[in-house]
C-alpha cells in the first residue's frame, strides 16, 4: 500500500511517511475479531489494507463500515492520554497495517511541521466521516 496517496498522510513529507510505515507491521484479523474496544487505552494507529470492519459507538449505538484500502482508525491514540471511542469488529478477514504510538510520537516530535499537517488532514477525515454518520 502507498501511504503517501493516503488522505492523512497528504502533504507530508515522503521521508517521514516512509518512516512510519517502517515503524508499522502488518496484522491479520479473522472475522468475529474484536481489535480494539470502546474505552480502553488507545496505543495504536490502524490502517485498514483489505477486509471489513465495523467501529461500533457505545454511545449512541451507531456504527460505521469500513471496508476500502487505506481507511484509517484508531486515530486516539494520536492524542494525550486517549482512549479508543468505538470498538472495531472485524466482519471478514481483514489485514491491517498497525502503528505503536510508542513509534509515531518520536517521529513527529522530530517532525514538528509535518506532525500539524497529519493533525489538519485528521480533521479533514474525521469531519467527512463523521458526515456519513449523520447524513
Given at each position: 500500500m502507498d501511504m503517501q496517496s493516503l488522505d492523512i498522510?497528504?502533504?507530508?513529507?515522503?521521508?517521514v511517511v516512509e518512516e512510519i510505515?517502517?515503524?508499522g507491521a502488518?496484522?491479520?484479523f479473522d472475522a468475529g475479531t474484536t481489535i480494539?474496544?470502546?474505552?480502553?487505552?488507545?496505543?495504536?494507529?490502524?490502517i485498514l489494507e483489505q477486509g471489513d470492519i465495523d467501529l461500533v459507538s457505545q454511545t449512541d449505538d451507531t456504527s460505521l463500515n469500513l471496508n476500502r484500502p487505506g481507511d484509517v482508525f484508531g486515530w486516539?491514540?494520536?492524542?494525550?492520554?486517549?482512549?479508543?471511542?468505538?470498538t472495531a469488529r472485524v466482519q471478514?478477514?481483514?489485514k491491517v497495517q498497525c502503528i505503536a504510538r510508542a513509534?509515531?510520537?518520536?517521529?513527529?516530535?522530530?517532525?514538528a511541521k509535518d506532525a500539524l499537517v497529519l493533525y489538519k488532514?485528521?480533521?479533514?477525515?474525521?469531519?467527512?466521516?463523521?458526515g456519513s454518520v449523520v447524513s
Open positions: 498522510f497528504e502533504g507530508i513529507n515522503a521521508g510505515r517502517n515503524a502488518t496484522m491479520t480494539f474496544e470502546n474505552g480502553t487505552p488507545a496505543s495504536n494507529l490502524y486516539s491514540c494520536l492524542v494525550d492520554k486517549g482512549v479508543y471511542t468505538t471478514s478477514q481483514t513509534d509515531i510520537d518520536p517521529i513527529f516530535d522530530r517532525n488532514n485528521l480533521g479533514n477525515v474525521f469531519s467527512k466521516r463523521m
